[in-house]
């Protein structure tokens, strides 16, 4: 039996043909490709504005730059993400709090945001800070009550959206949220790494509806450049470098690529969510299904992740290894971020009920667009069959 990843990208002819014509093109690196994706994401999102780079931490790094976070700021993320989500703050000198999730869906937890941003002090809401829910595993995180709570203590909000493309939920006031529209947030950000919905390779992007915020971000995208005139002024060719930024650059060949990725995307989502509810389906017919929860099959999840959650301690790193041993691959996502020594150093021993009681029995099996429905039965066979050795 071949190796099941717990996800990987889905490369088609066309894919490949739109990323041979650039190679034979006039630019290799921000050329027109690179407007066209901005276009066609804009236009997928129904945001007023796209601004590709080079990766998804890229793409936070910008997003929280160009909300003006800086040395003084603050922002606050789930425990439950990855590092890339408090590392961009980093980047920035900020500082970073966490906020638990909830212990069923890993989802920022909005009692315990509005219980972090209550101990803010007076002195820190006169800075420009940043709240940074994470529509985590491709569920839509409460964006409406995070937004709420961020507009009450004068925060600014950024969706994470890495692993969300697509996802819409029904919000407790009866709107219809999505992620990374520009509804309820200031930005937001995405990733196309492989192992997400569409890739480019390395590549993410900010949406957003506001013109300052894309403006910034572009800028800083490409050190903090920017050409003040127009093609018909004596001194076309001047440019100014205003603030510092970074080489954050999409390329075109990684542009073309996105594009032809794009079309694919309705497509990608269409696959993952019949595939999550066959997983549904079949695993809970079982009797081993006794030994883990199923995620809610919830029709606007866009099924980055799907994770099972063990009810037994110490179980899920058994099944981990027995799985891994019988070529299925599975994902731990994610150790809360206050457990790495990077930020336990900085900010001291740090435990979150939520967030906890999620890590500890949390496994991603295999999920991705082009799963076939055997190598799915394949990863089920052997979740019974580790159950059956281990219960
Ligand atoms: C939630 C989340 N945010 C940000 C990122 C960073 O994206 P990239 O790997 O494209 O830098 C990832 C990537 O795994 C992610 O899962």
Request: charged share 25%; proline share 5%.
């Amino acid at each position: 039996m071949g190796l099941i990843p717990y996800s990987r990208q889905s490369i088609s002819d066309d894919d490949v043909t739109s990323i041979n014509r650039v190679m034979r093109s006039d630019f290799l690196t921000q050329g027109p490709r690179v407007k066209d994706f901005e276009k066609e994401l804009s236009s997928w999102f129904g945001v007023e504005h796209a601004v590709v780079c080079s990766s998804g931490t890229a793409a936070l790094h910008l997003a929280y730059a160009a909300a003006g976070v800086k040395e003084e700021s603050l922002g606050i993320v789930p425990a439950i993400t990855f590092s890339a989500t408090a590392n961009a703050l980093k980047y920035q000198s900020a500082k970073v709090a966490f906020c638990d999730v909830s212990p069923e869906t890993g989802l920022i937890d909005p009692e315990s945001l509005g219980q972090c941003l209550e101990q803010v002090s007076d002195e820190q809401k006169e800075k420009t800070n940043v709240v940074a829910p994470v529509s985590f595993a491709g569920s839509v995180a409460p964006l409406e009550k995070c937004s709420a709570l961020a507009n009450e203590h004068g925060f600014a909000m950024i969706e994470d959206a890495s692993h969300s493309p697509g996802a819409w939920k029904e919000e407790p006031s009866g709107s219809k949220a999505k992620s990374a529209s520009g509804q309820w947030e200031d930005a937001a950000t995405l990733s196309f790494h492989p192992v997400k919905h569409i890739c480019c390779g390395e590549g993410g992007a900010v949406l957003t509806n506001s013109g300052k915020l894309a403006e910034s971000a572009e800028k800083l995208r490409s050190h903090g450049i920017y050409r003040p005139f127009g093609e018909t002024h004596e001194t076309p060719w001047r440019y100014e470098q205003e603030e510092l930024g970074w080489n954050y650059r999409l390329t075109d060949l990684q542009a073309a690529l996105g594009i032809s990725q794009l079309k694919r995307l309705d497509g990608f989502l269409a696959q993952r969510r019949s595939l999550a509810a066959r997983y549904r389906e079949c695993l809970k017919e079982k009797p081993f299904c006794d030994h883990f929860e199923l995620p809610e099959v919830d029709p606007g999840n866009a099924w980055h992740l799907f994770v099972i959650r063990f009810k037994q301690e110490g179980r899920r790193d058994l099944a981990h290894k027995f799985l891994k041993e019988r070529n299925v691959l599975t994902q731990v996502h994610y150790v809360p971020l206050y457990r790495h020594p990077y930020f336990e150093r900085m900010m001291g021993k740090i435990r979150l009920p939520g967030a906890e009681s999620f890590f500890k029995g949390c496994l991603s099996i295999p999920l991705y667009a082009q799963l076939s429905e055997s190598d799915q039965d394949q990863v089920i066979e052997e979740l019974g069959h580790f159950v059956n050795q281990f219960a």
